[in-house]
Nanobody, 122 residues
């Protein structure tokens, strides 16, 4: 039984940083490809960042240069760090697991967390 639980959401001031963690159970974060997605109200869910089982990463253009993802195998956690946030970063952020360890798009993700709301406002 795969479960993904995001934590670390909340209010962040513009220009600040956030750190979201995804606690995984029933799956190993270093085996399957993992991804962070986000969805703003009235918008489509979009990719933030992904990582393959081999450690290759991919970042969305909107966050490239200010985003970092990592996996903690000891804690079986998947983490997203985002700096220099703006109000456009306001969204529900989702942790997801891919069916395989290779690159996959939105439809390759077979398990999703319930999401964590991040609000960027002063």
């Amino acid at each position: 039984q795969v479960n993904l639980v995001e934590s670390g959401g909340g209010l962040v001031q513009p220009g600040g940083s956030l750190r979201l963690s995804c606690a995984a159970s029933g799956t190993i974060v270093s085996i399957n490809a993992m991804g962070w997605y986000r969805q703003a109200p009235g918008k489509q869910r979009e990719l933030v960042a992904t990582v393959t089982s081999g450690g290759s990463t991919k970042y969305a253009d909107s966050v490239k240069g200010r985003t970092s993802i990592s996996r903690d195998t000891a804690k079986n956690q998947f983490t997203l760090q985002l700096s220099a946030v703006t109000p456009e970063d306001t969204a529900v952020y989702y942790c997801a697991r891919s069916r395989t360890g290779t690159w996959g798009d939105y439809y390759a993700m077979d398990y999703w967390g319930k999401g964590a709301l991040v609000t960027v406002s002063s």
